[in-house]
């Protein structure tokens, strides 16, 4: 069946660091591909999307790009902030099918 | 617009009670999720609804949870007997269509303690 693996945390950033989340999937067909995040307190929203290959998401300096070839879809900002500490969720569709979620902390 | 509703937002009870949990989608939403998100684990995928369609039910962990989606629009889970590994945030989400590529919508979630 469809799954997705993202890696584990905590993600443990200075300001200004760069940042990636690995996430890969499996599934037939042709998936769409999602991240979602979830701020202290907040409930899941959606950061990014891209619903076919090659297709880049972006959103708040977050990017990630639909590699079909290497069933990827990884997250990554330039240089992140304090207020991107959150839980971040690899997601696939139909259904949503999400990773186990990856918790990133950013100090100043 | 009004987003996606839960209620409650907290609930405690007795092990071997039932529970009823309510969603009130975005309003125009015909596609209705539940999820749970269980401490420790991700989040995990309950049941769907799709209008008229019959629901997919693939999701549910056992039958003592079941739901259902009245006039298309407010959804119920009900769990009966409750265990206390049934304690979990079960979150509620809605899409325009069900379409693969849409977003959902989540709700603030209910938090669910089984003692």
């Known amino acids: 069946g469809n799954s997705v693996t993202q890696m584990e945390g905590p993600v443990t950033l200075s300001e200004e660091a760069f940042l990636t989340i690995n996430c890969t999937y499996t599934a037939t067909g042709y998936p769409s591909l999602f991240w979602y995040v979830q701020y202290p307190g907040e409930g899941l929203q959606l950061l990014l999307k891209?619903?076919?290959?090659?297709d880049k998401g972006s959103n708040k300096g977050f990017e990630a790009t639909y590699r079909k070839e290497t069933t990827s879809f990884h997250l990554e900002k330039g240089s992140v902030q304090v207020s991107d500490s959150a839980v971040y969720f690899c997601?696939?569709?139909?259904?949503?099918?999400f990773g186990t979620g990856t918790r990133l902390q950013v100090f100043p | 617009g009004a987003g996606v509703s839960q209620s409650p937002s907290n609930k405690v009870t007795e092990k071997g009670k039932d529970v009823e949990l309510r969603c009130d989608p975005i309003s125009g939403h015909t596609a209705l999720y539940w999820y749970r998100q269980s401490l420790g684990q991700g989040l995990e995928f309950l049941i769907y609804?799709?209008?008229?369609?019959?629901?997919?039910k693939s999701g549910l962990p056992s039958d003592r949870f079941s739901a259902e989606r009245t006039g298309g629009s407010v959804s119920t889970l009900t769990i009966q007997r409750t265990q206390q590994e049934d304690s979990a945030v079960y979150l509620c989400a809605s899409s325009l269509d069900g379409g693969a590529g849409e977003t959902q919508y989540f709700g603030p979630g209910t938090r669910l303690l089984v003692l």
């Open positions: 997601a696939l569709s139909p259904g949503l099918i």
């Open positions: 891209a619903t076919k290959a090659d």
């Open positions: 609804f799709q209008g008229n369609s019959a629901p997919d």
